[in-house]
C-alpha cells in the first residue's frame, strides 16, 4: 500500500506565497516521477509541474518564473514552491507520483491540498 500525504495548503492573499510538500510512504522500489496538479472548482483538473527521478522538471506555462516544484529523492518527497499567487489560482491542489511498486508501474494520488489566494 501506498500512501501520499501532502501539506502547505491555506488561506494567502494575492501576491503571497505558499509551500505544498508532499511525501510518500509505503512498500515501493522506485520513484519515477512526481507532480501537481490542480482543479479548480468547476474547471478541469490541470498539470501545475513535474519532476522526474533526474531532476529535469515541467511547468505549466501560466506558472512558469513563480512556482518551482524539487523533490528530495533520499525523502520520497516532493515540494511545489507557489509565489505571486494569484486569486484565480484558488483550487485543490494534488499531489501525483508514478512509482513502481510489486514490480508493476502504479500511478497514485494524495488527498489534495485546498489553496485559497484572496484578493
Known amino acids: 500500500q501506498v500512501r501520499l500525504v501532502e501539506s502547505g495548503g491555506g488561506l494567502v492573499q494575492a501576491g503571497g506565497s505558499l509551500r505544498l510538500s508532499c511525501a510518500a510512504s509505503?512498500?515501493?522500489?522506485?520513484?519515477?516521477?512526481m507532480a501537481w496538479y490542480r482543479q479548480a472548482p468547476g474547471k478541469q483538473r490541470e498539470l501545475v509541474a513535474g519532476?522526474?527521478?533526474?531532476?529535469?522538471?515541467n511547468y505549466a506555462d501560466s506558472v512558469k518564473g513563480r512556482f518551482t516544484i524539487s523533490r528530495d529523492n533520499a525523502k520520497d518527497t516532493v515540494y511545489l514552491q507557489m509565489n505571486s499567487l494569484q486569486p484565480e489560482e484558488t483550487a485543490v491542489y494534488y499531489c501525483?507520483?508514478?512509482?513502481?511498486?510489486?514490480?508493476?508501474?502504479?500511478?497514485?494520488w494524495g488527498q489534495g491540498a485546498q489553496v485559497t489566494v484572496s484578493s
Open positions: 501525483n507520483t508514478d512509482l513502481v511498486a510489486v514490480g508493476v508501474r502504479q500511478i497514485y
Open positions: 509505503g512498500t515501493f522500489s522506485s520513484i519515477n516521477a
Open positions: 519532476i522526474i527521478r533526474s531532476g529535469n522538471t
